[in-house]
């Protein structure tokens, strides 16, 4: 694993959690809803992506193996995530959701362009 993706993945997280903690001093219910929308899918995603961008660069690495690995690990996190978050948390459940489906389907969006753009120079060469 990179180190520079390291430092930036810490970076974002140190970065969400200062936002979060000034969020909830703003107590605005919506504001704080918006804020966990926004960083579950953003932290597992980034996560899941540097795993399976790490199995990706082996050489021995079944492409389709990674994928489905990677798949498995997401839901799984997805789903302790959001019991955690409405059981320990108090949101509102529209800006939650709106906020959390916009952020994952652009965060998939994004790694699947990016693993296109990397099978095609790969392919290129």
């Known amino acids: 694993m990179n180190g520079r993706l390291w430092i930036i993945f810490i970076g ?3 970065f969400l959690i200062i936002i979060g903690k000034l969020l909830y001093n703003e107590n605005s219910l919506s504001v704080i809803s918006v804020y966990w929308g926004i960083t579950v899918p953003l932290v597992i995603n980034l996560f899941t992506f540097l795993i399976a961008k ?6 021995d690495f079944n492409v389709t193996r990674g994928n489905i ?3 498995i690990l997401r839901v799984l996190f997805y789903g302790i ?3 955690i ?3 320990n948390i108090s949101i509102e459940k529209i800006p939650f959701i709106l906020s959390f489906t916009v952020t994952f389907i652009l965060l998939t969006l994004s790694e699947a362009l990016y ?3 990397s099978f095609l120079k790969q392919k290129s060469q």
């Open 69 to 71: 690995v990677s798949f």
């Open 85 to 87: 978050i409405t059981i």
């Open 54 to 59: 790490s199995m990706w660069n082996k050489k």
């Open 81 to 83: 995530a959001i019991v």
């Open 115 to 117: 693993f296109r753009n």
């Open 12 to 14: 974002i997280l140190v």
